[in-house]
Each structure stands twice: as C-alpha cells, then as structure tokens.
C-alpha cells in the first residue's frame, strides 16, 4: 500500500473511532443522507478544508459501508471550477480525485458571475437535469 492510501485509511479510521459529540452527529446525519435520497444525493467538492472535512466524514462512511474495504466514493461528484485556482488547489484535487477514485461534473463560471450567483444558477440548472434531491456542501455556518 502506498503512503497516501495509508494515510488515508488512517484518517478514515480515526474518523470512524470518534467519540466526539459533532463528529458522531455529522456522520449519523451523513448516514441517513446516503439511506434516504441514495443516487439522488450528490457532493459538490471544491477543495476548501471544511468542504474536505466533509469528505473525509463522507468517506469514512463509504468505508464503513463497504465492509472497511474501500474508500472510493461512490457519490456523484459535483465541482464548481473556480476561474483561476491556485496550483496548490489544483494539485490537491488531483490528489483527491486520484484516491477516492472519482470524476466530478465540473461547472464552469464561464459568464464570469460572482461566485454565489453563479453556483445558485448552475445548483438550479443542476438541480432540475439530474433529479438531485440533496447535495453534501462543506462550509462554515457563517458562510
């Protein structure tokens, strides 16, 4: 196995041996997404540390789902490219994707909006084309 898988599993491992109150509540509200809207649930990655934090929970369920045998995620990917990232966010989510083994539908803000309003226009358009019913966003609660 290689440093990052191991890492990874680490991680997953970690997450799934928590005792802490909020992580228990995120990955029971993650639980009941999976059960309840099932290939209607998406997760909309954009490489943040608190949408990662979200898919680090998200895995960790996968993992636990799949009989600790993998950590790929089986959720449909969603990304909102942003106009000009960093190297350093693009380096990561080419991590990301290379170790949760997924292909995300990419959005680009071609129009140039700001980016509430174009990620409002695109979620809506999304929305109504893939029968979306709910979708796993990491962000702060003041955000």
Same mark, same amino acid.
């Given at each position: 196995m290689d440093g990052?898988?191991?890492? !990874?599993? #680490?991680?997953?491992?970690? *997450?799934?041996g928590s005792k802490e109150p909020r992580v228990l509540s995120a990955l029971a509200?993650?639980?009941?997404?999976?059960?309840?809207? @099932?290939? #209607?649930?998406w997760f909309s990655f954009n490489s943040g540390k608190d949408n990662t934090a979200c898919l680090f929970l998200t895995a960790a369920v996968l993992y636990k789902r799949s009989g600790h045998k993998s950590f790929r &995620?089986? /959720? %449909? &990917?969603? #990304?909102?490219?942003?106009?000009?990232?960093?190297?350093?966010?693009?380096?990561? =989510?080419?991590?990301v994707r290379r170790n949760f083994q997924f292909e995300p539908l990419i959005m680009k803000n071609t129009d140039n909006l700001? @980016?509430? @309003?174009? =990620?409002?226009?695109? =979620? !809506? %358009? *999304? /929305?109504?084309? @893939?029968s979306i019913k709910a979708v796993i966003m990491g962000s702060r609660r003041t955000d």
């Amino acid at each position: 196995m290689d440093g990052e898988r191991f890492e !990874i599993l #680490n991680s997953l491992n970690y *997450i799934l041996g928590s005792k802490e109150p909020r992580v228990l509540s995120a990955l029971a509200v993650i639980e009941r997404a999976l059960d309840e809207f @099932k290939e #209607n649930l998406w997760f909309s990655f954009n490489s943040g540390k608190d949408n990662t934090a979200c898919l680090f929970l998200t895995a960790a369920v996968l993992y636990k789902r799949s009989g600790h045998k993998s950590f790929r &995620m089986t /959720v %449909k &990917m969603l #990304n909102f490219e942003e106009e000009d990232p960093f190297e350093e966010c693009e380096e990561y =989510m080419e991590f990301v994707r290379r170790n949760f083994q997924f292909e995300p539908l990419i959005m680009k803000n071609t129009d140039n909006l700001a @980016k509430y @309003k174009f =990620m409002k226009q695109e =979620m !809506i %358009k *999304i /929305v109504e084309a @893939k029968s979306i019913k709910a979708v796993i966003m990491g962000s702060r609660r003041t955000d």
